[in-house]
Each structure stands twice: as structure tokens, then as C-alpha cells.
């Protein structure tokens, strides 16, 4: 069997458990970054490796007033979406692996990846992120959220039988050289914890890289008070 084909059937099996686990702590900490980062409700959407849709559903209520498309490689998991979530009508759901996506003319303002980079070979990063590039305005955003590198290294050595069929601790440095070599720069990285008390996963926020047209002079105000903060906190006396 190729391995295209193993990912396929792995993840067809695997719509039986996505939909006994509904959703859960990690899509809503998913959803709260979106909105942090922007996503607002005329925005249009490409999510993907959008498993049976706990997230794409999430963000179609955000996004009341845009779209959501959200792609996976599971034709499974694509008829389990529709028929879960038919009810929103700003949603679509489609299979692909993203090497074959061309949507001609259409630009997304949010390209959303929830836990599935590490489920696709680092050798068909830059290429993914070629296509993205094409179908990108000058302000859309990408959101990445993968497991922690390194815990998801301790899930390997201590509990493999949690993993996927594909699960591979991203190389930080790597992930951010393929997408600024499409012309993305990373705007926001943070690591947190969903599950553990470790860190267990990280979000990156990127947008286009694009000349500084114009700056800003922060209000004075604004910074006297963030001085003074951040001097109270630390235990100074102002």
C-alpha cells in the first residue's frame, strides 16, 4: 500500500473516535487564538486537515458573515463533516491533501492549520505553502497550531501508542525557513498548555511580508501606564 493510501485509510478508520472525542479543550483554546489573531465574522477560510469538522464549525459561527472551506485528505471524514454540520450554510467541506487544491481566483484572509502539519511530511512543506501563497491576499493570515516539538518527542519515547500514523515533532527554525521563503514572516509564536501542565502545544500567527508603508507613534499615555505596570508587577517602586 502506498503512503498516501495508509494515511487515507488510517484516517477513514479514524472518524469513529474524532466523533466520540466531539470537541474538546484543544478546538476552543483554537478557536480563542483565531479570534486574538483576527479572524472576524466576514472572513473567508481555508481550514486545512479538517478531520470531521469539530474546528471548521467553530469558525463557520465565527464567520457568520463569510465562508469556510476546510479540506482533508479522509473522504470518511469529509461525509461524516457534512452530514454533521449541513446546518451551516456558510461551510463547505472537500477532500483533498492540498496538492491537487486549486481554487482559481479565490483568496482566503485566514489559512487555518489545527494540529495537521505534524501529520504531513516535512518534504511537502514548502510546496504546501507555495499553494497557500497562491491563493493569499496582501493581509491574509496564517495560523499554525502543531503539539510542542518537544513534548510531542516525550510522546514518542513514552507513549507512542497515542500517535498517528504520521506524527513528527516540527523543527521551529524549518517550519518558519519554508513559509518566509513564500513570502511569509512569523508575527506572533507562543507555547502553551491544553492538557499538561507542560507545554504541550505552540501557535504561530504569519502574515505577507510586505514594506512598511507608514508608521504609528504610540500613544503616550498608553506607554507611561504599560511602564508603570509592568514596574508594579516585577515588584519595583515607582
Not at 469538522?53 to 472551506?69: D, E, F, P
Not at 479565490?106 to 497562491?134: A, N, S
Not at 510542542?148 to 517550519?175: C, G, N, Y
Not at 501557535?203 to 504599560?226: G, S, W
Request: charged share 25%; glycine share 4%.
Amino acid at each position: 500500500m502506498a503512503e498516501k493510501d495508509k494515511v487515507v485509510d488510517y484516517y477513514d478508520q479514524f472518524v469513529t473516535e474524532q466523533e466520540r472525542r466531539g470537541v474538546n479543550s484543544r478546538h476552543l483554546h483554537i478557536l480563542d487564538k483565531l479570534i486574538a489573531a483576527g479572524l472576524k465574522r466576514h472572513h473567508h477560510v481555508l481550514e486545512v486537515g479538517c478531520g470531521i469538522g469539530t474546528v471548521s464549525h467553530l469558525m463557520a459561527i465565527k464567520a457568520k458573515k463569510g465562508s469556510v472551506l476546510a479540506v482533508d485528505i479522509s473522504p470518511e471524514s469529509i461525509e461524516k463533516a457534512k452530514i454533521l454540520w449541513k446546518k451551516h450554510k456558510n461551510l463547505t467541506f472537500k477532500v483533498s491533501d492540498m496538492q491537487d487544491f486549486n481554487e482559481e481566483g479565490r483568496k482566503f484572509d485566514f489559512f487555518v492549520f489545527p494540529d495537521v502539519l505534524e501529520h504531513i511530511p516535512v518534504e511537502q512543506h514548502y510546496k504546501l505553502f507555495e499553494t497557500v501563497k497562491k491563493h493569499a491576499h496582501t493581509d491574509a493570515v496564517i495560523f499554525i497550531n502543531i503539539p510542542s516539538p518537544r513534548f510531542l518527542q516525550w510522546m514518542i519515547q513514552h507513549e507512542p501508542q497515542k500517535l498517528q500514523v504520521i506524527d513528527q515533532p516540527l523543527d521551529t527554525a524549518e517550519l518558519i525557513h519554508n513559509l518566509s521563503q513564500n513570502g511569509f514572516y512569523l508575527h506572533k509564536m507562543e507555547t502553551y498548555s491544553v492538557f499538561y501542565e507542560e507545554n504541550d502545544y505552540q501557535y504561530f500567527v504569519l502574515k505577507i511580508q510586505k514594506p512598511i508603508e507608514k508608521t504609528t507613534l504610540r500613544n503616550k499615555l498608553a506607554i507611561l501606564t504599560e511602564r508603570i505596570n509592568i514596574r508594579l508587577r516585577n515588584g519595583f517602586k515607582y
